[in-house]
């Protein structure tokens, strides 16, 4: 009998750096499995985000096994599916796209991958009061994970308030009658007023990818009391990551929720189930390699 072959795609802006294809092309290889998986950068391309329909029905008609779909994408997907998951529906994103028989099926790993990581990396975390960067499809997912394990207040921060303001009526929407979880919305000029009375921080913007450099917030804001999550893993430390670290606050860099985003995929892709923490020491050994080829070019 042959042994199975997949072919798998990531549709998104600045996507050629990730280290999600050989982190899932290496845990295939330890599974025996044969295993394909290539960055589809829209800005190398010089293509909108819209394309990322075409996109999909090209990989179709390529034999594509499934697709991760990231920035700016994850929402603007879920109208060229045929069918979504209901957890992706709920969220209004999609992450990842199973072909089966010639159609499309949507799923939402972010919220899952940043669940585990959270529990996983800062199993202490206070959640009283968060401050959520960001109200895009991975910001859904974030969102839909901090209700989920208990935040009683979330303020949730997004150049474009109408997006934050549909994305708390969302969380809300999911919420049973009596919850006493408390929604507020605003643009980047409320973070003076939030995060520093806020528990816990989590960018869930592209700010700090290498395609996106920078800081999300003003670090001036932050104390040490409270918890930092980053979900941008590359680089492995951004700058939000390094200047909260140096001020003494708890933090979880991206590659927490990289790894577990991965492994839902995978399984998904594949049926079968991923060693975890395998992948956790590929994606370490990603970066380091990463990192050192920067150094010497330096």
């Not at 959640?127 to 207040?153: E, P, Q």
């Not at 395998?278 to 330096?298: F, G, K, P, Q």
Request: negative net charge; hydrophobic residues 45%.
């Amino acid at each position: 009998m042959s042994t199975p072959s997949y072919l798998m795609g990531l549709i998104g802006e600045g996507v050629r750096p990730s280290l999600t294809p050989p982190m899932h092309e290496r845990e295939a290889t330890a599974q025996q499995l044969r295993f394909v998986y290539r960055p589809i950068d829209l800005t190398e391309l010089n293509l909108p985000a819209t394309a990322v329909g075409d996109l999909l029905q090209a990989g179709i008609a390529l034999g594509f096994n499934a697709f991760n779909i990231t920035h700016p994408c994850k929402q603007l997907v879920l109208k060229y599916l045929d069918h979504v998951d209901p957890a992706a529906q709920r969220l209004g994103a999609c992450n990842t796209v199973l072909i089966d028989d010639g159609k499309l099926i949507g799923y939402n790993t972010d919220r899952s991958g940043f669940a585990s990581a959270l529990a996983l990396e800062l199993p202490d975390a206070d959640l009283t009061d968060v401050v959520l960067l960001g109200a895009g499809g991975a910001g859904a997912a974030v969102a839909d994970a901090l209700v989920g394990a208990g935040t009683k207040r979330l303020s949730i921060i997004d150049p474009q308030p109408e997006r934050a303001q549909i994305l708390a009526d969302q969380v809300q929407h999911a919420q049973p009658v009596g919850s006493a979880l408390e929604i507020q919305v605003g643009s980047p000029a409320d973070a003076t007023r939030w995060i520093p009375q806020a528990t816990g921080l989590v960018n869930a913007s592209p700010v700090g990818m290498f395609s996106h450099p920078g800081l999300p917030v003003d670090v001036d804001l932050l104390d040490a009391g409270m918890w930092v999550a980053d979900i941008v893993y590359r680089p492995a430390v951004t700058e939000l990551i390094a200047h909260a670290s140096a001020l003494g606050c708890a933090v979880m860099p991206g590659k927490a929720m990289a790894v577990g985003q991965a492994a839902d995929t995978f399984q998904l892709v594949t049926g079968m189930v991923p060693d975890r923490q395998r992948m956790y020491a590929h994606l370490n050994e990603l970066v380091a390699s990463e990192d050192h080829r920067l150094r010497e070019n330096a």
